[in-house]
């Protein structure tokens, strides 16, 4: 079965860190375009971060640039977010998601941020940034 899985959300003050991981069983992410969303209480989910299949190309969203990095450990068959200086509007459920590049050449050396191009999700993990 091929599962995502997300840890280390939780609450944390504005100006704090977070780190999110995200493990693969069932499949191996080497190859697969990974991203991740999030989505805010009444709010779309938005793309946050992605890499492509080639892990070569990254894309931030606006919000989080500078701030946020996305990087991927194949050994570990796992992603993961580094999240720093949080703000409240950061605040949001955050999910993995993974697409295998393979199948669409699109995702090979390009990172894109678009919900509806990734197969497979993660059940999410929520991050609160307050004080």
């Known amino acids: 079965q091929l599962q995502l899985v997300e840890s280390g959300g939780g609450l944390v003050q504005p100006g704090g860190s977070l780190r999110l991981s995200c493990a693969a069983s069932?499949?191996?992410?080497?190859?697969?375009?990974i991203g991740w969303f999030r989505q805010a209480p009444g709010k779309e989910r938005e793309g946050v971060s992605c890499?492509?299949?080639?892990?070569?190309?990254?894309n931030y969203a606006d919000s989080v640039k500078g701030r946020f990095t996305i990087s991927r450990d194949n050994a570990k068959n796992t992603v993961y977010l580094q999240m720093n200086s949080l703000k409240p509007e950061d605040t949001a459920v955050y999910y993995c998601?993974?697409?295998?590049?393979?199948?669409?050449?699109?995702?090979?050396?390009?990172?894109?941020?678009?919900?509806?191009?990734?197969?497979?999700w993660g059940q999410g993990t929520q991050v609160t940034v307050s004080s």
């Open positions: 069932g499949f191996t992410l080497d190859g697969y375009a």
């Open positions: 998601a993974a697409v295998d590049a393979r199948d669409n050449d699109l995702v090979t050396n390009q990172a894109i941020c678009v919900p509806l191009i990734y197969d497979y």
């Open positions: 890499m492509s299949g080639s892990g070569l190309s990254t």
